[in-house]
């Protein structure tokens, strides 16, 4: 993966840099030791690691001011930095920057469950925002499968999904205001406890813009009531394309599952000998889970029951109790722990229209043949969004950049049939070169003149989003 | 003296149109809202028609000049509809013409359905535009979930065709419930009525209409027919006295067609719930008539030609839009600095010439 050339001139004054970053925030917020450093070298994308010049973990917005404006002055690069569990290098550094984290912002500002908002601190974790609410009967939607560690910076960086997102969204459909650092110092307020904006809404480019836009501290996000209850049931077909046809007949049929995940052989026999969720012996397999009171459930698993006979399923489980709920998501929650355990593996986020399922599961068969390398494929298919965990032995010489090559060709079999190269973990550096198979050179451009507002010299996060060659003349 | 009009049907077409302009344009799609500035004028007639339609994947693709009552009557013959609920403005305005899509996305339409479904902009896959340098751009695409790149089809939703001419529109679609029932409840304060519809939002009953008009709460469930009929029961328990009603309340609402006979100023103000409450009780004791929609976060105000709303509202809101009438006070509310300064550099990053001004 090529990284730019780290500038020499701001290495060979690292020390005047962060003599000068203790100048505007107090000297314990700023990581400067090889050992300290460590924890930052790299995100979820463990294969690429890089030191940074320095770390700044802020303890306010205009701590987080303070040092963008310094870097801005001083023309270094600055990476924002949330709990690291990107997949796509999002938060990889380069040797010339300063990580600016938002670890230690986690305060709840304001609940309001008369007005269905929360105002909080981004640093605080996607699931401790639930957490904060949720004795109450509420809830926060976006619930990404890392939402234990991820932070909801991240996640506005990302514009991360989850498991429910089939019903209510992902991050930018509920998130109502932020509050932002450019990288020259101004704080900006977008949005706030209303729900729309009046004229030119900045908000939904800041969401998913990788980092690249500001640093965003504050958020505004909409909270829900919890369902009174919710249930799932698993189908199991001979076939994958069986499967992904009943997953297009549910979704027209007017139910509103709150989430459809998929699982094929590799992955339902792995998850069998990790987690021994006693799941069928079967081609491919579903599981729809579905909420409201007892009756609406039952109703509910009624229909998709009619629906899944209509395609000859080799078996169909209800959950009637919370154990058997439980036992039905054991094994898709711990597939890619399980996966994990047999192999080392690289996991795709690509999306595509939900009729070409069958369609892409057979090509990717093929190419799983011709690479020689084992594929699972367990994913979200009420949204197409897929993920592909290709398999792959880290020791062996040549087979990380064979498994690289073969998930590139999978991403652009996703854009081949109408679909897109990240549905939910981002571009990073992982999939930035690929961005010539999606878009061409006025899509990028009218992407990068939102970067050029916003961060005109280029030091927010450059590396990343774009293909090097593109953005090559902008960054400095 | 009559306007010249262009009405491109393919995008290079548009882009030529654009790139050798040489004064400002007026974008118009059905002319419904819009109250041309006197330029030269853009039809997107001319880019028209479904290009694809997947039910089961809950997908359209449509040119911006497609009609809504096309893509309606599309819709609702495959069980389907967009489910958050585009304004018309004809009533309203006294304007004639068909509302198109790309007009919809432009002022990022949503109705009651706000509270559950969103609004345009949530339902937006994707979209093409061409700028005002011609360049010619797609971002997003078709299908339900998608990262790559940043999201700059969004940025059109609202921005009054400012930043380009869009073409072509990816949208996400839902199925037509089984059944709608809408349930009512005298109540004539806004400081109690938006306390009440806040319960029943804060409910797991999944309402997703909530409104304040002429005295009263108005609430819509929608679903299957069982469900339909234990939430209307539900809620009845929360909120005693609330009844099922046989009327439809909700096309006058998302219309605002109740203050279309006077000829006063409308205006559309986004707030914060509680301040909607607040706001209402504060308007109406200067006289202005008062409706509430999204639970109190949409207040409809129609007042006396002229009176500065945004000074009456004294900070309570998040914005507010003068959709009707005129005055010293601008049409749309003036952004903070920050944020204006960015939103200016964006507008000439993508239309230089300023050929999209309005
Ligand atoms: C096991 C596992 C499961 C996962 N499951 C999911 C899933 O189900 N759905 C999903 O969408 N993702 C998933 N992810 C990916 C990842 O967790 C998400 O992308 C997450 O949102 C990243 O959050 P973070 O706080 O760790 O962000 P980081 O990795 O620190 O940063 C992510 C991006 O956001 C930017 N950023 C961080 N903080 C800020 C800030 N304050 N202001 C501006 N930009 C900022 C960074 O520069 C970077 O580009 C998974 C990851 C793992 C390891």
């Known amino acids: ?476 | 003296m009559t306007q010249t009009t262009f009405t491109p049907t393919t995008e290079d077409e548009l882009s030529d149109i654009i790139a050798s302009a040489i004064g400002p344009f007026d974008i118009v799609g059905g002319g419904t809202r819009h109250t041309p500035a006197g330029h030269q004028r853009l039809s997107t007639a001319g880019l028209s028609g479904v290009r694809l339609y997947e039910p089961g994947a809950l997908t359209l693709v449509a040119g911006a000049g497609t009609t809504m009552a096309e893509i309606n009557a599309l819709l609702a013959d495959n069980g389907q509809r967009l489910p958050f609920e585009p304004m018309d403005h004809r009533a309203v305005l006294g304007t004639t013409g068909e509302p198109t899509l790309g007009g919809m996305i432009a002022l990022n339409h949503c109705g009651p359905r706000r509270v559950q479904a969103g609004s345009a902009r949530d339902m937006l896959l994707g979209l093409r535009f061409v700028d005002g340098s011609g360049r010619i751009v797609k971002n997003g695409g078709r299908v339900m979930k998608n990262v790559t790149g940043y999201d700059i089809a969004r940025l059109h939703c609202g921005a009054r065709g400012k930043l380009g001419v869009m073409t072509e529109i990816s949208l996400k679609v839902l199925p037509l419930p089984e059944r709608t029932a809408t349930m009512a409840l005298a109540e004539p304060s806004p400081i109690a009525a938006v306390a009440g519809l806040s319960k029943a939002l804060g409910s797991p009953f999944e309402v997703n209409g909530a409104a304040w008009h002429q005295g009263r709460i108005l609430l819509r469930v929608e679903g299957f027919n069982d469900s339909v009929s234990y939430r209307a029961d539900q809620l009845a328990g929360l909120l005693p006295g609330l009844t099922l009603v046989d009327e439809n309340p909700w096309d006058d609402l998302r219309d605002a067609r109740f203050a279309a006979t006077t000829d006063r100023d409308i205006w559309r103000v986004s707030l914060r719930a509680s301040n909607g409450a607040k706001a209402a009780e504060r308007l109406m004791g200067m006289g202005v008539d008062v409706t509430l929609d999204w639970g109190g976060a949409l207040l409809w105000a129609s007042t006396d030609n002229g009176f500065d709303l945004r000074s009456a509202l004294g900070g309570l809101h998040g914005h507010a839009t003068r959709l009707r009438g005129a005055g010293d006070a601008p049409a749309l509310e003036p952004a903070a600095d920050g944020v204006a300064q960015l939103t200016t550099a964006l507008q000439k990053a993508y239309d230089p010439r300023g050929l999209f001004n309005g």
């Open chain 1, 1 to 476: 993966m090529d990284m730019p050339i780290p500038s020499a001139e701001i290495l060979s004054r690292r020390a005047d840099h962060i003599a000068a970053l203790k100048s505007v925030v107090p000297a314990d917020r700023v990581i400067e030791d090889v050992i300290g450093l460590r924890a930052y070298e790299c995100d979820a994308l463990t294969a690429y690691r890089c030191t940074p010049l320095a770390v700044v973990l802020p303890c306010n917005t205009e701590e987080v001011a303070a040092v963008l404006k310094l870097c801005h002055d001083r023309g270094i690069p600055v990476v924002p930095r949330g709990a690291g569990t990107s997949l796509a290098g999002g938060s990889l550094p380069t040797a010339d920057a300063v990580v600016v984290g938002v670890a230690r912002l986690t305060d709840v500002l304001e609940v309001d469950y008369d007005d269905r908002i929360m105002r909080i601190q981004t640093g605080r974790t996607n699931l401790s925002v639930t957490a904060a609410i949720e004795e109450d009967g509420w809830f926060y939607a976006p619930d990404p499968s890392s939402q234990l560690a991820c932070a909801i910076s991240g996640n506005i960086g990302m514009n991360s999904g989850g498991a429910h997102c089939l019903k209510y969204g992902v991050t930018v459909n509920n998130l109502l205001g932020l509050r932002m650092v450019l990288m020259d110092g101004t704080i900006i307020d977008l949005g706030g406890a209303h729900m729309d904006a009046g004229d030119i809404d900045l908000l939904p480019v800041v969401c998913g813009a990788e980092g690249q836009l500001g640093i965003v501290t504050e958020a505004t996000l909409r909270i829900l009531p919890k369902p009174e209850g919710a249930r799932p049931v698993m189908v199991a077909f001979g076939s994958s394309a069986v499967a992904g046809a009943c997953v297009s007949d549910t979704i027209q049929a007017g139910i509103v599952p709150v989430a459809i995940e998929f699982m094929d052989r590799p992955c339902i026999e792995a998850c069998e000998a990790f987690a021994k969720a006693g799941y069928p012996d079967c081609e491919a397999l579903l599981i729809i889970e579905v909420e409201g009171s007892d009756r609406e459930i039952d109703h509910q698993l009624a229909l998709i029951r009619e629906i899944a006979e209509r395609h000859n399923p080799d078996e169909i489980r209800e959950s009637r109790s919370a154990d058997e709920s439980a036992r039905i998501w054991l094994g898709r929650k711990s597939a890619f722990g399980a996966m994990g355990q047999i192999n080392d593996y690289m996991c795709l986020d690509g999306t595509i229209p939900v009729s070409e399922l069958p369609y892409v599961l057979e090509r990717i068969g093929e190419l799983s043949k011709e690479y020689g390398l084992g594929v699972a494929n367990v994913f979200h298919a009420g949204d197409g969004n897929m993920h592909p965990l290709i398999l792959f032995d880290a020791n062996k010489p040549g087979d990380l950049e064979r498994c690289e090559a073969m998930g590139a060709d999978i991403l652009r079999l996703c854009i081949e049939v109408g679909g897109c190269l990240t549905g939910e973990h981002g571009v990073g550096i992982e999939k930035r070169d690929l961005m010539h198979a999606q878009f061409n050179a006025q899509d990028l451009e009218a992407q990068m003149i939102v970067k050029d507002v916003f961060d005109p010299k280029w030091l927010l996060n450059a590396a990343k989003v774009f293909p090097l060659d593109a953005s090559e003349a902008r960054r400095a």
